[in-house]
């Protein structure tokens, strides 16, 4: 018998106690194990929860019986959620989380806590809600050096943007959709400023290169300024707008990790990647290309990759499962600042001066353009470049990098 707590009846929380619920028969099958789930950690009373009974208010109740052999932490945020991990670590329990915000602060001190009380730091839902990702990076990529990974890798921003192309909705009213939807943080500034996307590019960098990547060492913008003409011009030229995470692994050791917006060509997989989906595009040097799909957010995805974490740290109570990184390094991380490509542009000036500035462009359309307004793509060059061949001419209202694969 296995007993597990969960800590947090959120919306992950609450998808997990269901999911281990309905599918007892296959997890126990899976886990050759009996999963019985003993307590819910909440500081709110659910009366009419099917689960009423499990209820607990105070931690200390899960952290001292002995009983208790698998922790879901699905609480969220750095704070309580790190006292409780660390409390649960030490009394030698294994914990399963979909915090990425945790990982990416403290994976690299979590997992040696882990690592010193013999039991499992698990995280496969902090990384593309249901999509497996952290165990094939970990375990079925392990012959090759990861040259790259480019990924959608928030739901909230993926569906805001492909509302916004789709129905043409606001970015207010798409917002509010994938809020009620459950897929938006409880401050959805993570999401809409790119913080989300990060703390899971920094967790997947980790993975793949092996030493700690903080959020603090990562570029990171957000679609807060992407408007419905800057759609209209990624269409006009068979490109969509998505939010992306990449690593990229450079000569000498150093990798370029940033999270942006970028127009995606529309025969690269990723521009087909809509609504909550999420996709990584991981490159190895032996295996090349291969691609993760999947939903990335939501109450049952985020629960099945959680679950089955559980009984991964059920399977492994004698044999232990490790996952490992080194510490991270200030030195480890560089921006984009480096990394040429073509770039998309949307500013006032004339398509005669952008021309006698930048050389060969590509001027693009949209119906309902107002006068004076420009937009094009220009050939490959820095951020600095750009910034200063376009200096006399003015700043752009928008300005946005071209994904090259080949950078
Ligand atoms: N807010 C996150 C997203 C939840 O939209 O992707 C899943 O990590």
Not at 135 to 162: D, H, K
Not at 176 to 199: F, L, W
Request: hydrophobic fraction near 40%.
């Amino acid at each position: 018998m296995v007993n597990v707590a969960i800590l947090g009846y959120g919306v992950v929380g609450s998808g997990v106690a269901e999911v281990l619920t309905e599918n007892n028969g296959q997890i126990d099958r899976k886990a050759e194990e009996d999963i019985r789930l003993k307590y819910i950690l909440d500081v709110r009373e659910f009366p009419q929860s099917p689960f009423a009974d499990k209820f607990v208010h105070d931690f200390a109740i899960i952290e001292n019986d002995p009983e208790v052999d698998v922790v879901v932490e699905t609480i969220g945020g750095a704070r309580v959620a790190k006292e409780f991990t660390e409390r649960a670590l030490k009394a030698g329990k294994s914990v399963v989380t979909s915090n990425k915000e945790l990982v990416a602060e403290h994976g690299y001190d979590l997992l040696r806590l882990a690592e010193e009380h013999g039991v499992s730091y698990l995280f496969e839902a902090s990384v593309g809600g249901g999509i497996p990702i952290i165990r094939p990076l970990n375990q079925c990529l392990a012959a090759n050096e990861i040259e790259e990974i480019v990924g959608i890798l928030n739901g909230t921003t993926n569906y805001i943007l492909t509302r916004m192309i789709r129905a043409g909705l606001s970015f207010e009213a798409a917002l509010k959709e994938a809020q009620q939807n459950g897929y938006a943080e409880q401050n959805p500034t993570a999401d809409i400023e790119g913080h989300d996307a990060c703390r899971k590019i920094c967790i997947l960098s980790a993975l793949a290169f092996g030493r700690h990547v903080y959020p603090a060492q990562v570029s990171t913008e957000g679609i807060s300024h992407i408007t419905l003409a800057d759609v209209a011009y990624a269409d006009a030229c068979g490109r969509k707008i998505k939010l992306l995470g990449r690593a990229i692994r450079l000569e000498g050791g150093k990798i370029c990790v940033y999270v942006a917006p970028h127009l995606v060509d529309g025969e690269d997989p990723l521009s087909g990647v809509e609504d909550v989906f999420n996709a990584i595009t991981v490159r190895g040097n032996a295996v090349g290309d291969v691609m993760f799909y999947g939903r990335g957010a939501g109450k049952r995805p985020t629960a099945s990759a959680v679950v089955a974490d559980v009984v991964d740290a059920a399977k492994h109570r004698k044999t232990k499962k490790y996952l490992h990184w080194d510490q991270g390094d200030p030195e480890l991380v560089v921006s984009p600042e480096g990394l040429e490509s073509a770039w998309y542009v949307r500013m006032n000036a004339s398509i005669e001066g952008v021309r006698a500035a930048l050389g060969e462009i590509s001027a693009l359309a949209r119906p309902g353009a107002p006068a004076g307004e420009v937009a094009f793509l220009t050939g490959p060059m820095t951020a600095g470049a750009l910034a200063e061949k376009l200096a006399g001419l003015g700043t752009p209202a928008s300005q946005i990098r071209v994904l090259d694969k080949n950078h």
